[in-house]
Every structure is written in C-alpha cells, then in structure tokens.
T-cell receptor
Framework: EAGVAQSPRYKIIEKRQSVAFWCNPI?????LYWYQQILGQGPKLLIQ????????DSQLPKDRFSAERLKGVDSTLKIQPAKLEDSAVYLC??????????????FGPGTRLLVL | KQEVTQIPAALSVPEGENLVLNCSFTDSAIYNLQWFRQDPGKGLTSLLL?????REQTSGRLNASLDKSSGRSTLYIAASQPGDSATYLC???????????FGPGTRLSVLP
C-alpha cells in the first residue's frame, strides 16, 4: 500500500513570496490533515478535511494560509505572503475515517520550508 | 485547553539499556493516547495506541502505559538498540473525531 505522498520535500523562499505544498493521501482515506511542525516542537494541526469539506481550521492563519482538497482526494496548502516564522516542516496525514479505536493517522515525509 | 509535555527533552543511553520516556497531559478526559516515532527528515510512524479504558499496550520491545487519573503515560523500551535512535512523541485526543494534541517529543540517542 502506497503511503502519503508530499511534494516538494524542500523549499527555500524569501519572505513575502508565496509557496504551495501538495499532498496525496492514502487511497480511500476520507480524512486529511495538514500540520505545522516548528523545530523542537510537536506538530500543530492547521486544518482537517473530511472528504472535501473543512472540519477544523481554527488554528489556520487565514490571512496568509489557505488550503483546499479538490474532489476529496489530493490537497494543496498555500502560504501567501510568507513570513520568517513560517519556517517549519509541513506534514500531511490521512486516516480512514476519523481518529478512534484502532485507527490512526498515517503521515507523509513532510515538506521542509525555509523562509529567508 | 489540553497541554502535553514530555520529559526528558533529550536522552542518550548506551546500547542494551532499558529506558522510560514520560508524557504528561493536563486534561485527563482523553479518548485515547498514541506514541509516535519520528526519524530525522521523515514523517511520524505510529508505535502504540492506548484507548482510555486500557492501562497498557505492548508491541515487541515497546510497552506503553496510561494512567488517566494522574495525566501520565510512559513508553518503556527494553534492550535499546542504535536503530531506536529517533524522536518519540506522544499525542492525545479528547473526544472521538477530534484531533491529536502533540507533545514536543523526546530525542533519543542509543550509542553503540
């Protein structure tokens, strides 16, 4: 079974530029998550999709971050304009339905963003 | 608001030692707790999931315990190996369908 795919793996941009990340979840997984992981910290949820609808985006900085999940499969996360403090690893995860008994989230390798 | 802490932040042990990693959470009303492993430059891999009604889970050399009343979980690694070197994170869910709140992780180095 193929895992969660993410691209690009690394990205270096200057502040005020825009950037986009792509995620392809495990086939059949209805729920998709984007996390931000700053160095030395645990992942922090940015947005959760159930199929192509948003379930939770309470921690998404909506003035600069946006995300979409077209047709309930692939997803893109965009930052525009980027700030220095956006430097982090952006992790995508998917799960079959929702986190619960015997279920878990499967994580992609992440995209490492450096904003100069 | 649920907060998760992990002690120690980093740990270095010689190969073969048994070790314990600690996780604490502020709100004991959790649905389940999960331990993950993260290798440098990679995503997270699930190790063990403990439901709120359970006390412990075991997988190979790993044993995770949960004490909801005290807001604590421990991950016990027996006979550590250099391949165990990684960052170990714990995460809790308050209710079914909600999302994980992660701790900052413990960075483990097992020296050959």
């Amino acid at each position: 079974e193929a895992g969660v795919a993410q691209s690009p793996r690394y990205k270096i941009i200057e502040k005020r530029q825009s950037v986009a990340f792509w995620c392809n979840p495990i086939s059949g997984h209805a729920t998709l998550y984007w996390y931000q992981q700053i160095l030395g910290q645990g992942p922090k949820l940015l947005i959760q999709f159930q199929n192509n609808g948003v379930v939770d985006d309470s921690q998404l900085p909506k003035d600069r971050f946006s995300a979409e999940r077209l047709k309930g499969v692939d997803s893109t996360l965009k930052i525009q304009p980027a700030k220095l403090e956006d430097s982090a690893v952006y992790l995508c995860a998917s799960s079959l339905v929702r986190p619960g008994i015997g279920e878990t989230q499967y994580f992609g390798p992440g995209t490492r963003l450096l904003v100069l | 608001k649920q907060e998760v802490t992990q002690i120690p932040a980093a740990l270095s042990v010689p190969e073969g030692e048994n070790l314990v990693l600690n996780c604490s959470f502020t709100d004991s009303a959790i649905y389940n707790l999960q331990w993950f492993r993260q290798d440098p430059g990679k995503g997270l891999t699930s190790l063990l999931l403990i439901q709120s009604s359970q006390r412990e889970q075991t997988s190979g050399r790993l044993n995770a315990s949960l004490d909801k009343s005290s807001g604590r979980s421990t991950l016990y690694i027996a006979a550590s190996q250099p391949g165990d070197s990684a960052t170990y994170l714990c995460a809790v869910i308050r209710n079914y369908g909600q999302n994980f709140v992660f701790g900052p992780g413990t960075r483990l180095s097992v020296l050959p």
